[in-house]
């Protein structure tokens, strides 16, 4: 069997809280919001993987882990993204460097649906740019499954890896 897998910082539930209470602010933004138990930040998509693949992968992530001091991480604006992608494709949560795991990290607040988008006069087109301050505490890392289905993805976290302290 193959599993949709990638590494991820799941956040607390305090900021997931924050996070999604911007969603309201763009109402007539075309946008799918993300779900807030779905918030976290995606340190690396690895695709499908098979079972065997995926023993190695937790395997490797636990010894990346294990050699890793937990950190602060702190998360500062609130932007269309990718940069310089038009028309954007989502709304991001954009963060200082994770200089543990050398990322630049980015949560993904929706989806935006382009062709809509598209069809919103240039001056009436909301403007997504807010500085926020936000910050937490990394104490591990997770490889995670997502499940595309219907109503959007659904992601299980398959294993935790703690950070030394």
Known sequence: MR???F????????I?????????KWPELPCRWTKKENLHITMEFLGYLTDEELIELCQKTKEI???????SLHLNKIC??????F????????????KEFNISPHITLGRIRTWEFRQIEPEERPIVDENISLSFEVSSIEVMESQLKRGGAEYTI????????
């Open 158 to 165: 398959l294993e935790s890896f703690e950070l030394k302290t």
């Open 80 to 85: 269309y993204g990718p940069p310089k992608k």
């Open 16 to 24: 997931k809280k924050e996070l999604s209470s911007f969603q309201s």
């Open 87 to 98: 028309p954007p494709r989502m709304v991001w949560v954009i963060g200082e460097k994770i």
């Open 65 to 71: 882990a294990s050699g890793k001091k937990t950190f």
């Open 3 to 5: 599993h949709r897998i």
């Open 7 to 14: 590494i991820a910082i799941n956040l607390p539930e305090d």
